[in-house]
């Protein structure tokens, strides 16, 4: 399989290039050539695996230059029942009738960046040894708060590899920033941004594409990567999900092999759901994916308009993982529903360069329109979720789960459709403690207490274990007091690998 960028002018590599890469050198995302197919036989053989044998299947046909062993081995070290509390990996959970709840939060992190971020080292550290590569990695990382503490978590103390991560100062919770500033590891940086998600994604992108900073970095043995959402080799991770939620309902009973299902995806910058439209174009039966946003509506409006548009005022929220207004991800999306036009690709993200909007055509809108729908939830409406949530059932959902319960409410109203979904799940509801427990338990109960005392009280009020890298998250020690203006972050950078500003680069 070889994979090419959504930009059209380099020339087409292989998994372990494009896994090392990370983004092309034209600026644009890696895409493989072609779709995986799965038939409905294969698909319903999944239901007899466990997760990581349904994850091979997927893998091997996109990393066919890794061999058997080498998936096998990257999937045995990432899916253990150990650093996911449960050897299910990601469970289905039943909440109504005809609607599970996807559970991707049960790895080392509470949040489901670990579906993705527990494999990715081990398939760059093979793609190093394949590409030759005799530099060391240095990952760059913007985070909007979980991506941080999961690729901190899967790549400390990997060998040939450093990993630098950017926050957005206010932009996270405190369990965030206490998650990625008490980080262990030998060649781990979290480093705070004054500004928000875009300005440090912003500053990252800048890094990547400046020739000069490359240069000197090549000239003292160092490699830029990414491990954001953009790298392949963490999409790919995600397509398994979504096989083995529809397996799972096979194996449960609550549907037939080749019944389609809709999807729903709390989405920021729109990863996740992009692995479920790869699902879907490799033979899964799907209905619909739905789009759930907070109040940073971009997508929603995109969806339902053909118009992205991103000036607009950006709004924290209680869903702080989808505060975003730059989708990085649907540059792929746009690239595979215009069937691989680059040129039209270019155009648009040059647009959006320059004048922060791009319209689509109409026969593109169709084409999205005809697989996505797209709806939005604010603060009120995401609490309110969660509480009646709580009183019908008595499951306590995170924010970010609530806005796609919320979303998929408005759609069964606006459609009248009711086939069986799947909510994708994507924090634990101890991650973002002080929302939860406003929505279920009310102020009082949170009233002059941090989040870090709010754990036991959610535990009480849920009857759930606090999962254990939260317990005693503040009595850990600050190892990462770094702070920096967004245009100083290559100054950051050099910092962390003791670069200096005045060595001369060559030519
Ligand atoms: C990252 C994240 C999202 C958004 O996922 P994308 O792939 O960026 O669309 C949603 N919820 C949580 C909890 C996240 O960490």
Wanted: hydrophobic share 40%.
């Amino acid at each position: 399989m070889l994979y090419r960028s959504t930009r059209g002018s380099c020339r087409s590599v292989s998994a372990a290039e494009a896994i090392k890469r990370g983004i092309a050198a034209d600026g644009g995302l890696f895409v493989p050539e072609k779709t995986v197919q799965f038939n409905l036989e294969q698909i319903a053989l999944m239901s007899e695996m466990s997760y990581q044998e349904r994850a091979v299947k997927i893998l091997e046909g996109y990393l066919d230059d890794y061999t058997n062993e080498e998936l096998l081995e990257c999937v045995n070290k990432a899916y253990t029942a150990e650093k996911f509390e449960t050897n299910d990996i990601a469970p289905l959970h039943k909440l109504y009738d005809s609607v599970n709840i996807l559970e991707l939060w049960h790895g080392p992190t509470s949040a489901f960046k670990d579906m993705a971020l527990q494999i990715l080292p081990h398939f760059l550290v093979k793609a190093l040894k394949k590409t030759g590569e005799k530099e060391e990695i240095v990952i760059l990382v913007a985070t909007s708060g979980d991506t941080g503490k999961a690729a901190l978590e899967g790549f400390k103390d990997v060998i040939g590899t450093k990993i630098i991560v950017f926050f957005p100062s206010e932009g996270v919770s405190q369990v965030q920033k206490m998650q990625m500033v008490t980080q262990e590891g030998s060649n781990v940086y979290a480093i705070a941004v004054d500004g928000n998600f875009d300005d440090a994604q912003n500053g990252v992108k800048r890094i990547f594409g400046d020739e000069d900073v490359t240069a000197l970095m090549e000239e003292h043995g160092y490699k830029f990567s990414s491990a954001n959402s953009i790298n392949w080799g963490r999409l790919v991770p995600q397509i398994v999900y979504y096989f083995s939620a529809y397996a799972d309902m096979i194996k449960n009973g609550e549907i037939k092999a080749g019944e389609k299902i809709n999807f729903v995806v709390p989405t920021g910058n729109f990863g996740n759901i992009l692995a479920a439209y790869y699902a879907m174009q490799m033979g899964l039966p799907v209905n619909k994916l739905i789009c759930a946003s907070n109040d940073n509506n971009v997508l929603t409006d995109f969806i339902n308009t053909g118009e992205y548009n991103k000036n607009r005022e950006f709004k924290k929220t209680l869903s702080p993982s989808m505060d975003i207004l730059i989708s990085s991800n649907l540059e792929r999306l746009l690239y595979l529903i215009t069937g691989d036009n680059a040129e039209k690709v270019c155009e648009w993200m040059n647009q959006l360069k320059n004048v922060g909007s791009y319209s689509v055509d109409q026969d593109t809108k169709k084409k999205i329109q005809s697989i996505f729908w797209a709806g939005y939830t604010n603060d009120s409406d995401t609490l309110k979720t969660i509480e009646s949530v709580y009183q019908e059932t008595g499951y306590v959902l995170d924010t970010h789960t609530a806005v796609a319960v919320d979303v998929y409410d408005k759609y069964v109203i606006s459609t009248s459709d009711v086939t069986k979904a799947v909510i994708v799940s994507t924090a634990s509801p101890f991650k973002f403690n002080d929302s939860v427990l406003k929505a279920i338990a009310g102020e009082e109960a949170i009233k002059g207490k941090t989040e870090f005392e709010l754990l036991s009280v959610l535990s009480e009020k849920s009857g759930l274990k606090i999962p254990a890298p939260l317990k005693e998250l503040d009595k850990k020690p600050v190892l990462h007091k770094e702070f920096c203006e967004p245009i100083n972050m290559i100054g950051k950078v050099k910092e962390a690998l003791k670069i200096q500003e005045n060595i001369k680069t060559a030519k």
